[in-house]
């Protein structure tokens, strides 16, 4: 085998502490080495073109490359290599930047480690072999998980490309928190108007299999070929049979028993309700808890209400299995709440606040509602404690957010753009109002959004006070707000009749729970990673799987569907050929040696073993034995290490040439 | 007669030996009756009170550990300080030599000794509340209902959160517990952890006044006829301090001030002058429900 | 504007809020602020830095003693963070602090303003520096010389030292007949024991007047 050895000064970052033409020289004597040579920068077009003519000329076989990191330049290297005609996993890197000169000053021993490492390259890619890609099928559909904006849009994307998509919605209506808003920043329109077109076009597209009210239970397999067992709760209405017609909703006798969560606890809602009037699908759901047939086996006023037999009390929570090749994870957030937090909670509440205790003391979302036309004061803001017109309205930004002391660190991005456009709303509708916000910093970068701002100080006269608030009490039906403006250096007391709290927003309980099913890793607080900060920004670190929205981190809407499109992208890409080539550094048990242990079933960490039986002529099992799926194996060797009779390896990293490469030392 | 068993240390505080006679009083009566066994420190010294901490933070440290050392030495391994500044200058210190071994260090040096720094510490809600769970009920003779009790914490007794073991530093529940014990009602007010002024109480008057007067005015406005206090210095200044209120507001509404103590021992049938409530500068009429009930027993 | 360059550093130029005497402007300015004598000091004093406050303004909302200071406690705070130490030991906010601990208790940041006034205050001491709230400071002096006299606190002879010294002579006069005779205000003190190491103690703390570092 003829060798090749190429040394890269990278600039003079390699060669500033290692003595990269020695290195060459010294290297060009090792046994099997045809031809060594140094370059200032091996990964530029003359670097690449210097390998292949090497190859060419001393007829090499396989080549190392002494340079940065492997996860740098690594698959250049190799695609030089195929150029040139040699099989890419012939290709060995040492690290002669991040674990040489980088970390060590003296040159004369970097000098002497640098020969160290490209001679055990070389031992290794002695004994090489060559590799070739993997070959995978894909199944051209996507799981979309969470009907919000974000869902929706991705939703849509995908379907519009051509392919299946099955949206899977834990509410009984898909449109998440958008549906909630009154009117969106910084144009004012209506949240409601620009959505529900999408949420109907949604409902109505042959390509998208709409589950509302449904909840993914687990999800199984690879990029390519997920399998996503999924609960579709009893909604105890037949859905093929329900017209929506609204006669049961109307008629149940339960009036003020359950608090309807679309209203954000403003309204009541019967105990067979639609959540709201354009609710998609528009069918309305039983709830069990408060319904007076499942507490006593008596009432049926729905029963009798409907005239097409739709209600079904014995409807039970169905499984479903879809087969999908990618999925993407849009399942938005929720808002921080400044009450008293169960022990051991993450979060701590606001005591100094009333811990949410005052009625007219309410969050973003609630003012959203009292705000919305459709809303439970039909658009007139009004108190929630006697349904009088508050007159001043003290806004307070970053509760909960930028407060480390009450477990949360990070800044929620949108509120500083929804208060400026809550104090307009409420300047537009009560003429001789006064609104008050306290805010730490203004944080308005996007497009129009500090001209928004500014509109509402200079326009609506909005009174923007910078400093936290201390304390907030009642007295005499009026919130007392101790706060200091700390520009002027003078304390500000306000008697509010109504406060809105922007408060954090925050992943959903059960997040790092679905991130477990879904198997993608998330951050302290349950928001989901990303692959890259920077450059994979809606992929998730597991392959196939791509993020949108708030459950990512903090997004306002442009941004969540800006995200939503660029997820779906990411599945259309995937759907661009037949199948998928994946690398072959992947596990093989020899099956002769295999003992059925399982030990390697136990560690790893993607759930590629499976049990396979071992038949004799007859036709009769003699034997289990590991095997790894090469689809979902991802090459970490974890099974490799722990294999007691040694009958797993891991491809391109073997026993013999591991040791090779330890030996070369 | 409901007898607890438990013997604690006990740290006075120099207020209990005069300005606050009456809460010393009372509560080595409660504890006798309830059978808590106070023994109090054999040669204590003053724990530094604010002048100390507020100008020499090696002084405060060193005057606060010098009891909690008497109290190892003597064997006492828990101390009951009913002031709640002592209470919370003993905490602190200990806080700050269990976090910073330099601290301790030094302290240990002006003390000339070693220091383990394993005395708990306990205030007058912490010895009612956990440590006698249910005593007060089982040794009730009167049933203080018919006072409608304003709960006053102030500062020291719920900060800082994370040394002190309160219920909640904003919203504490605890002494409004043992309240509800004697049998009396308890008010919702607003002004439960704000302060009084504390120890300006006579360097700078007119700002104690103020504040004192805003707590008491909190408190009548939601119904209080009695505030009731566990600290020396909240009562100087919302007690004492009424009578300058009352010169300078003439429309000003007095409310009686009663150490948490005081309560307890009125509902476990000690008389007012026992529990030295007629050393208060307001006086305290019961109301004629308990007075009726004391008629028939 | 002639202090506003100086060795190429942006020069600070203090002068706001009435408590920053305004000749100290070439003075107090460290071209690194967190590197200045007061700064360290603090954090040596507080086991804090003082960076660790972002100027929300939460406590000086809540302070209870607010409405009587010219400085709110962030400004001071402030003062520290910019090395402007003039202007923090000058400011009478930090004798006005009453220690009630609410700042620390609702600080975002877990900032213990609490303690960073005690030490502003100390250093203060340290340095020389007469505060204008002489009352608070003669205050604190009386009391501490009763509990280096007795190992007590003298209530009797705190009120008569105090007088003496602040001259406030009628204060309260009409309080302590009353206080004598329901035995509150006791006429002699009580004293400890062994009051050698209470002396000692005050021995090794006492401030001795420090010099820039």
Known sequence: ?665 | MADAGLTYGYFPGCSQKGSAREYEMSLLKVAGKLGIDLKEIDDWSCCGATSAHATNHRLANALAMRNMLLAEQQGLETLVAPCAACFNRLITTKAECRNHPESKKDVEELLSASVSNTTSILNVIDLFDKASNGLIGSGRVRDMKGLKAACYYGCLLVRPPELIDTDDSEQPDSMERIVKATGADVVEWNYRTECCGAAHSISRRDIVVDLSKRIIDDALMHGANVIIVACPMCHTNLDMRQRVMRRMYPSHKEIPVLYLTELIGLSLGFTESELGIDLHYIRFNMPNEIMNQTAQA | ?213
């Open chain 3, 1 to 213: 504007m002639k202090n506003s360059f100086r060795n190429g550093f942006h020069v600070l130029q203090p002068g706001f809020g009435p408590a920053a005497p305004a000749k100290t402007a070439s003075d107090e300015v460290y071209p690194n602020a967190a590197h200045s004598y007061i700064a360290k000091e603090v954090a040596a004093k507080t086991f804090q830095d003082v960076n660790l406050c972002y100027q929300c303004g939460k406590c000086s909302a809540g302070c209870p003693v607010r409405d009587y200071m010219a400085d709110s406690p962030n400004k001071v705070v402030r003062f520290v963070q910019l090395g402007l130490e003039q202007a923090a030991l000058n400011s009478t906010t930090p004798w006005l602090c009453a220690g009630c601990l609410t700042c620390s208790t609702r600080c975002p940041n877990d900032f213990n303003l609490a303690k960073f006034m005690d030490a502003v205050r100390e250093i203060s001491i340290e340095k020389g520096v007469k505060t204008k709230e002489k009352e608070i400071s003669s205050f604190h002096e009386a009391f501490l010389r009763q509990v280096r006299l007795f190992g007590r606190s003298y209530e009797a002879g705190l009120v008569a030292d105090y007088k003496l010294n602040t001259l406030r002579l009628l204060q309260d006069v009409d309080s302590a007949p009353g206080m004598i005779l329901k035995g509150k205000l006791s006429v002699l003190p009580h004293k400890v024991k062994d009051r050698k190491t209470i002396k000692n103690i005050f021995g090794k703390t006492t401030h001795k007047k420090k010099r820039n570092g």
């Open chain 1, 1 to 665: 085998m003829k060798i090749g050895v190429f040394i890269c000064h990278c600039g003079e970052n390699i060669s500033r502490t290692v003595d990269c033409p020695r290195v060459a020289e010294t290297c060009e004597k090792i046994p099997g080495v045809e031809f060594s040579i140094d370059y200032k920068y091996m990964c530029s077009d003359p670097g690449q073109k210097l390998i292949k003519d090497a190859v060419e000329i001393h007829k090499l076989d396989a080549i190392v490359v002494g340079s940065c990191s492997p996860n740098m330049h690594e698959r250049t290297f190799r695609s030089a290599a195929v150029a040139a005609g040699i099989n890419p996993f012939l290709v060995e890197i040492a690290n002669l930047r991040e674990h040489c000169s980088w970390v060590h000053e003296d040159v004369e021993s970097a000098t002497q480690k640098a020969i160290e490492l490209v001679r055990m390259a070389v031992e290794k890619v002695k004994r090489d072999k060559p590799l070739s890609k993997i070959k995978v099928p894909v199944t051209k559909r996507v799981l979309v998980i969470g009907g919000g904006i974000a869902g929706i849009q991705a939703a849509l994307d995908v379907a519009n490309a051509g392919y299946d998509v099955v949206l899977v919605e834990k509410e009984p209506s898909i449109g998440g928190h958008m549906s909630q808003l009154s009117e969106t920043f910084p144009t004012l329109d209506c949240s409601q108007c620009i959505l529900t077109p999408r949420m109907v076009e949604v409902n109505q597209h042959p390509r998208i299999k709409l589950l509302t009210y449904s909840e993914v239970e687990k999800i199984e397999g690879f990029i390519g070929n997920f399998k996503a067992t999924i609960r579709k709760k009893a909604r105890h209405i037949n859905e093929d049979i329900c017209s929506g017609c609204g006669q049961c909703v109307s008629k149940c006798p339960i009036k003020k028993k359950a608090f309807s969560s679309f209203e954000e606890g403003l309204a009541y809602r019967p105990a067979v309700y639609i959540p709201f009037p354009q609710a998609v699908p528009n069918i309305p759901v039983i709830d069990e808890s408060v319904c007076t047939y499942y507490r006593n086996g008596k009432c049926g006023m729905c029963v009798k209400a409907c005239d097409r037999q739709a209600i079904d009390f014995d409807q039970k929570d169905t499984m479903m299995v879809a087969d999908v090749g990618a999925v993407i994870v849009a399942t938005g957030y929720k808002l921080y709440s400044i009450g008293k937090q169960p022990l051991g909670s993450k979060y701590k509440g606001y005591g100094e606040y009333g811990y949410g205790k005052y009625k007219d003391v309410i969050d973003g979302l609630q003012f959203e509602r009292i705000a919305s036309a459709s809303g439970p004061t039909s658009g007139e803001i009004k108190r929630p404690s006697d349904g009088k017109e508050p007159k001043k309205i003290v806004f307070i930004q970053c509760v909960g957010s930028r407060d480390p002391a009450k477990g949360i660190s990070y800044c929620s991005k949108i509120c500083c753009m929804y208060t400026a456009k809550q104090a307009m709303l409420f300047r537009h509708k009560v003429h001789d109002g006064e609104a008050y916000v306290f805010y730490m910093d203004i944080r308005a970068g996007g497009k129009m959004y500090e001209e928004f701002v500014r509109r509402a100080i200079e326009e609506d006269h909005v009174n923007y006070i910078r400093g936290r608030v201390s304390r907030i009490y009642e007295e005499n039906g009026k919130y007392i707000v101790k706060g200091e403006d700390t520009i002027a250096g003078v304390p500000v007391n306000i008697d509010a009749d109504m406060v809105v709290l922007a408060s954090a927003m925050i992943p959903h309980d059960n997040a790092p729970g679905l991130a477990q099913k879904v198997g993608i890793p998330y951050d302290k607080y349950g928001f989901y990673n990303e692959s890259h900060p920077k450059l994979k920004p809606v992929e998730s670190t597991t392959a196939g799987v791509f993020l949108a929205g708030a459950c990512n981190a903090p997004r306002d809407i442009p941004e969540s569907v800006a995200m939503a499109s660029a997820a779906a992208s990411k599945a259309i890409i995937l759907f661009s050929s037949d199948s998928l080539e994946r690398e072959p550094v992947v596990a093989r048990v020899n099956e002769d040696l295999c003992a059925g242990c399982f030990y390697c079933r136990k560690v790893c960490p993607f759930g590629a073993v499976e049990v396979r039986d071992i038949k004799d002529m007859n036709g009769v099992v003699y034997k289990e034995v590991a095997y790894i799926n090469q689809g979902v194996c991802q090459g970490c060797g974890t099974c490799t290490a722990t294999c007691l009779s040694k009958s797993i390896e891991l491809a391109g990293f073997n026993n013999e040439e591991i040791f090779a490469e330890i030996a070369a030392l």
